[in-house]
């Protein structure tokens, strides 16, 4: 059985740091690539950032290119989200998602709550 699961989440000032992660279990880690997605409430689910399945490309929306960084850890079959300098929109339910290079089935996790306030 699949599993993926998020932690890190929380309340942050803004300008504050979190580091999300998603342990994964039950797959081939290392042929996912690996996505990183977040909803705000009243807002349709947001592609934020991308790993392939070497670790070395990665790609990010343009609100937080420079702030979130992607990394993955194939021996701990987990991917990280390193979020700096965090604003009130970064507020949202954060999701990690692993898609097969090749047979590109898919699997979520359930998410992880990130609140960015004063």
């Known amino acids: 059985q699949v599993q993926l699961v998020e932690s890190g989440g929380g309340l942050v000032q803004p300008g504050g740091s979190l580091r999300l992660s998603c342990a994964a279990s039950g797959l081939t880690f290392r042929s996912y690539a690996l996505r990183w997605y977040r909803q705000a409430p009243g807002k349709e689910r947001e592609l934020v950032a991308t790993i392939d399945t070497t670790g070395i490309s990665t790609n990010y929306v343009d609100s937080v290119k420079g702030r979130f960084t992607i990394s993955r850890d194939n021996a701990k079959n987990t991917v990280y989200l390193q979020m700096n300098s965090l604003k009130p929109e970064d507020t949202a339910v954060y999701y990690c998602?692993?898609?097969?290079?090749?047979?590109?089935?898919?699997?979520w996790g359930q998410g992880t709550q990130v609140t960015v306030s004063s």
């Open positions: 998602n692993a898609e097969h290079y090749l047979v590109r089935n898919e699997y």
